[in-house]
């Protein structure tokens, strides 16, 4: 396995996909985590418990979702763990604590949106740290399920980006994402995150959701009425100006939501068609008996859908009989 950034021997272990620090408000602190992967196009849902949890009860050794072995170099690794360090400590830890507002400037546009711009790390750093992340988010997926949520030609360029700025001439590497728009969210007043997740449905923009922030990356010419939104936030890594930062709750929720009824939607979809080719009823037959199974449960029961599912499944799957 060659090293995903510098093609080098893949040899680290164990290495973060997302940072822990970044996702630890969505699946728990390091050796804790409590973590569902959701494989809407499968209907599953697989729970991964860390060894200090105490959910962990079953001696199967299952693999942390966001960990990887062999796909980058130790050189590699430790560069981004030395970034993604310093972005803990001087935004994440601090963006929300009113004691350390002296470290952010906050301006507030004519809509009353809220963006801020870290003052004592390095804007280039900021973009490194996010483009890293989403390069080996998609990177990962792409070789284990083979949905890379990007087109090959861009992550490519993000590959070349982040190469150039580890070991090339920073400053020349950025040209190969002169085409990159990013709109980068954070919700400033929870501490709630999202998902982990992106889709190939999303395509300009690209969305990724990394717990704590959600990333709009848009590539090439950006639509008039997706200009007319987002022309104040949006940052390009060429042009000579202050990263910002979206940290509003309601933009935040808003593209929260669309990965929600995504999953929701096509998790369902193909539950239901799952059981019409096991049953032989039509997709609104099942479909009815899908919802009422769903009134007789907990409205607040997050894996619900999938019980309801697998109910079903188990009542109208002949093997079972």
């Given at each position: 396995m060659r090293c995903i950034i510098c093609e080098n021997d893949a040899?680290?272990?164990?290495s973060h996909i997302v940072p822990a620090s970044l996702i630890q408000n969505c699946v728990g602190k390091h050796y804790k985590e409590e973590s569902y992967s959701i494989d809407a196009k499968d209907v599953e849902i697989n729970a991964y418990f860390g060894r200090d949890n105490l959910k962990n009860t079953s001696p199967e050794i299952k693999e942390n979702h966001?960990?990887?072995d062999n796909i980058l170099c130790q050189k590699c690794e430790?560069?981004?763990?030395k970034i993604e360090s310093e972005f803990?400590?001087?935004f994440l830890q601090k963006f929300r604590e009113e004691r350390f507002k002296q470290n952010f400037t906050i301006t507030t546009n004519g809509h009353g949106v809220e963006v801020l711009t870290p003052r004592n790390f390095d804007n280039k750093k900021v973009y490194f740290y996010l483009y890293s992340i989403i390069y080996r988010f998609c990177m990962n997926s792409g070789r284990k399920e083979g949905e890379f949520f990007?087109?090959?030609d861009d992550l490519e360029y993000i590959r070349l980006y982040l190469q150039g700025y580890l070991y090339g001439d920073k400053l020349k590497s950025e040209d190969y994402l002169k085409d990159f728009n990013l709109v980068i969210t954070f919700d400033k007043a929870n501490t709630n995150g999202s998902f982990v997740a992106s889709a190939n449905q999303f395509t300009n923009p690209y969305i990724f959701y990394f717990c704590e922030p959600i990333l709009l990356l848009f590539k090439e010419e950006i639509p008039t009425e997706a200009r007319n939104i987002f022309g104040d936030y949006i940052n390009n890594i060429t042009?000579?100006?202050?990263i910002k930062i979206v940290i509003n709750s309601e933009f935040y929720n808003a593209y929260r939501n669309i990965m929600t009824t995504y999953?929701?939607?096509t998790f369902i979809t193909n539950a239901i068609n799952n059981l019409?080719?096991?049953n032989g009823k039509s997709y609104d037959e099942n479909l009815l008996e899908f919802n009422t199974e769903m009134e007789n449960f907990d409205k607040d029961d997050s894996e619900k859908a999938t019980r309801i599912y697998n109910l079903l499944y188990q009542k109208y799957n002949i093997n079972n009989v």
């Open positions: 040899n680290a272990t164990g966001y960990k990887e430790d560069n981004l763990a803990s400590t001087n990007m087109e090959e042009v000579d100006q202050d999953l929701a939607e019409s080719n096991l």
